[in-house]
């Protein structure tokens, strides 16, 4: 049992996935807590049937509470997370205020649960495209060490809050309308349109969803020398990040063998229908916890055998956050 939960940024797209995921998990607690901004304060929220209110989150918030499932931003994260720690709560983060930090540890449930012991009061949840490429690659890189992943992402607005998902439906209506499109928060028109992520793009040129891929991948793995290189786009899609994924293991490796070990992995469900040419897709991964897995064949330019191709979709508001922390909360 949870004593005191608390739920930061409780109005955003990804709290509202933890009310659902709290809900439907039936997860343990005897006292929860909504918080978000002032502009929120006092706002009703419904769960379990019972109405709360959202309260302002500020720095003496955490008295009393056990767990804090953040997700309200890094800035956020980087202002409260330490007080709430400091009053003996347990921060999952879900932010990337803390991911590098060496003394923080970084988790998917499926694939380092361990790491959670090292904690010192927080403990951060991984980018929502790494944490959806992970789950189904960690269960082949245990069986044949991995030397080099390729991935390229097509990522659903509503990573970018619950403000992408209202800007492609406010585009969407100005399309069918006929009237001009509205560009509001991202930097392109996103109907009938793709871009590169719209992240920051760094100094090596890559965007920060793209280099979060690499370094958090790494460290997850505890593999620092993992060969990883990643390709960021956002697509008008409501909900759900698929990924293309090349893997070049250290051994040969069969799209068979590989079929056998992704069906007994946790938190991975093999969708891989080439009659019906029926494969991973958003609207089928959406609202699921698992990450759909398929197009799962021989890479065809290794002729070592050891290369594979693979394409996921998972969905990044649940696996790729909420549901994530939520697992992370449960093994605590
Ligand atoms: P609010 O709704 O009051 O702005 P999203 O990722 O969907 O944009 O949601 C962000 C979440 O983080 C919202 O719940 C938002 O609350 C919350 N939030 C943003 N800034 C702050 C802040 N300074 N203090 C507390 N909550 C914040």
Redesign the pocket.
């Known amino acids: 049992m949870a004593g005191h939960v608390a739920v930061?940024?409780?109005?955003?797209?990804?709290?509202q996935e933890f009310l659902r995921v709290l809900e439907q998990r039936n997860f343990p607690f005897e006292k929860i807590t909504f918080?978000?901004?002032?502009?929120?304060?006092g706002k009703p929220i419904t769960f379990k049937g019972k109405t709360h209110t959202?309260v302002?989150?500020k720095e003496d918030s955490f008295k009393g509470v056990d767990i804090a499932l953040f997700?309200?931003?890094g800035?956020?994260s980087k202002?409260?997370a330490p007080a709430a720690a400091a009053a003996g709560c347990v921060v999952v983060d879900n932010s990337s205020a803390f991911r590098m930090d060496p003394g923080v540890p970084l988790v998917v449930p499926e694939v380092n649960p361990e790491d959670i012991k090292q904690h010192k009061g927080i403990i951060a949840n991984p980018n929502c495209s790494t944490i959806i490429m992970n789950v189904p690659v960690w269960p082949l890189h245990k069986v044949n060490p991995i030397k080099r992943i390729v991935v390229s992402t097509y990522q659903a607005v509503s990573g970018?809050?619950?403000?992408g998902l209202w800007e492609l439906e406010e585009q969407i209506k100005a399309y069918v309308a006929g009237q001009p499109i509205v560009k509001n928060k991202f930097p392109h028109p996103i109907v009938n349109n793709l871009f590169c992520h719209n992240s920051k793009v760094a100094e090596n040129g890559y965007n920060e969803e793209e280099n979060k891929m690499v370094f958090e991948t790494r460290k997850i793995f505890h593999a620092p020398t993992l060969l990883v290189t990643a390709t960021c786009v956002r697509v008008p899609v409501p909900r759900a990040h698929s990924e293309s994924i090349n893997i070049t293991f250290s051994k040969p490796i069969t799209e068979q063998e590989v079929r056998e070990i992704l069906a007994g992995a946790p938190g991975v469900k093999i969708v891989d229908d080439r009659e019906r040419n029926h494969f991973p897709m958003p609207l089928e991964s959406s609202n699921q916890d698992d990450v759909l897995v398929g197009r799962i064949r021989q890479d065809i330019s290794q002729p070592d055998g050891c290369g594979i191709e693979m394409f996921v979709s998972g969905d990044q508001l649940r696996k790729g956050a909420a549901l994530n922390a939520v697992q992370i909360a449960e093994l605590l």
């Open positions: 930061v940024g409780a109005t955003g797209a990804v709290g918080m978000a901004s002032a502009r929120s304060a959202v302002e989150l997700s309200a931003g800035s956020t202002q409260f970018a809050g619950a403000w």
